[in-house]
């Protein structure tokens, strides 16, 4: 156990070490981009109304569901009731403190179920290092790390409980129920089958609920243009509806960011086929990339979910982690949507699977170079040269075509330990 929290306490504290410059620098010149500092706590602590006290949903709109959102409030009210501060810096130091715990609960959850070595693609990896303290995603990772063990301690209402919870904080822990319910089926396990989906649409309801109550008839406060000046090119603008549901339809209306294929496909389409259709500020492009990445998204899920239901007679089951795998890493190649912190979704499923070291070190490489060159370029925004700029791009598609490949290796992959009770053998390292 020393091992492995030692190794996380590392990761967590270069992922610090690599944000704190930005509290300890005003953000002025692009220091935020040209030192990889950035991060949405600071920013969004006064432009979400977390400083005036603004309570979440019903007095400001938010874009993150009501688990992160509360969390987000709770530690701004903390900050100014224990600790009479109230600023930005305070809030990223605290909110830091207490998003810590979480990795580490993640790294509990999987060290009985993996290798010392393979443990550290989670512990030490880029991803942590990059974006434990970029967002606020640790919540929902601790959670669906939780589901996917208690899943496979065949404790349903927790694993219902633990991704409900999750899917209360980000969405993508919902993306695992399905394969996990068709695991169920799958052994005539009707009854764990039913309970895990009893439990997980009870523990939702009951933790978004009382926000849609709450939320109901709030005025619109959140009309911020983006989170910086790079925002004139992509806005970023408030909801019609506001209170639980904006949460969604604030996606929903968004235009393809820098960070997806669907950017640079309009970037060199409106080049190719002059018209106002790819504008930002239109309907066209926009609309089209929403209905287009849903319909393949579903698709892609349907197939993985189909060939985990034929893998289930070939092996021991439904192959349930890496079904989750391959459908979250088609939602990654195909989401309009991309921050940074996504990453942090699939490291603890590349951690339980076999999939080879090749892969996942290719995925995180190209991952760093998107994040590397992206901010970058942000530091040249309006300089005509390609220069980062074309980096950027070429790192983009990298990046995809690594999520590519690891789908592919998800449709053979195997859990590292398939006797959850064992620990690893003599071939690898004994975590102690």
């Not at 009951?206 to 959140?222: D, E, M, Q, R």
């Not at 490489?365 to 700029?389: E, H, I, M, N, Q």
Request: glycine share 8%; proline share 5%.
């Amino acid at each position: 156990m020393s091992l492995a929290l030692g190794a996380t306490a590392v990761g967590l504290g270069l992922g610090y070490l690599l944000k704190v410059q930005c509290v300890l620098h005003p953000w002025a010149d692009n220091f935020q981009y040209s030192h990889l500092c950035y991060n949405d706590i600071q920013p969004l602590f006064g432009v979400r109304g977390i400083s005036r006290g603004l309570v979440p949903y019903r007095d400001v709109q938010l874009e993150y569901p009501v688990l992160t959102g509360m969390f987000m409030d709770v530690v701004g009210r903390l900050l100014r009731g224990l600790f009479r501060v109230n600023s930005d810096v305070g809030y990223f130091h605290l909110t830091s403190v207490l998003l810590a715990p979480f990795a580490f609960m993640t790294t509990l959850l999987l060290r009985r179920h993996v290798s010392a070595e393979r443990l550290m693609l989670w512990a030490i990896g880029t991803p942590l290092i990059l974006y434990s303290f970029h967002n606020w995603d640790l919540i929902a990772v601790a959670f669906a790390t939780w589901g996917l063990v208690a899943f496979e301690r065949s404790t349903n209402a927790k694993s219902g409980l633990a991704l409900a919870t999750g899917a209360s904080a980000k969405l993508f822990p919902a993306f695992l129920l399905p394969g996990a319910v068709l695991h169920r089926i799958a052994l005539k396990d009707r009854i764990g089958a039913t309970r895990l989906v009893l439990v997980f649409l009870g523990v939702y309801v009951a933790i978004n609920v009382p926000w849609v109550v709450l939320s109901n008839g709030v005025s619109p406060l959140f009309d911020n243009p983006g989170w910086s000046q790079i925002a004139t090119e992509v806005e970023l603008r408030a909801p019609d509806t506001n209170g639980w549901l904006g949460v969604w339809l604030f996606h929903a209306k968004r235009y393809p960011d820098f960070g997806t294929v669907w950017y640079w496909i309009q970037h060199h389409g409106r080049v190719l086929f002059p018209t106002t259709w790819w504008d930002p500020g239109q309907t066209g492009y926009r609309d089209f990339v929403s209905i287009a990445s849903f319909v393949m998204f579903g698709l892609g899920s349907a197939l993985m979910l189909l060939k985990g239901w034929r893998r289930r007679l070939q092996e021991d089951g439904y192959p349930v982690v890496a079904t989750g795998l391959g459908i979250l890493a088609i939602f990654l190649i195909t989401s309009k949507v991309n921050s940074p912190q996504f990453t942090l979704w699939l490291v603890p499923l590349l951690v339980l699977l076999n999939v080879p070291w090749r892969y996942a070190l290719f995925y995180f490489a190209t991952d760093l170079a998107v994040y590397v060159c992206g901010f970058y370029w942000f530091t040249v925004f309006d300089s005509p040269a390609p220069g980062w700029k074309g980096l950027f791009e070429l790192s983009v598609l990298l990046r995809a075509t690594a999520l590519g490949v690891i789908v592919w290796s998800s449709l053979s992959a195997k859990r590292n330990f398939p006797d959850f009770s064992s620990r690893p053998g003599q071939t690898e390292q004994k975590l102690s």
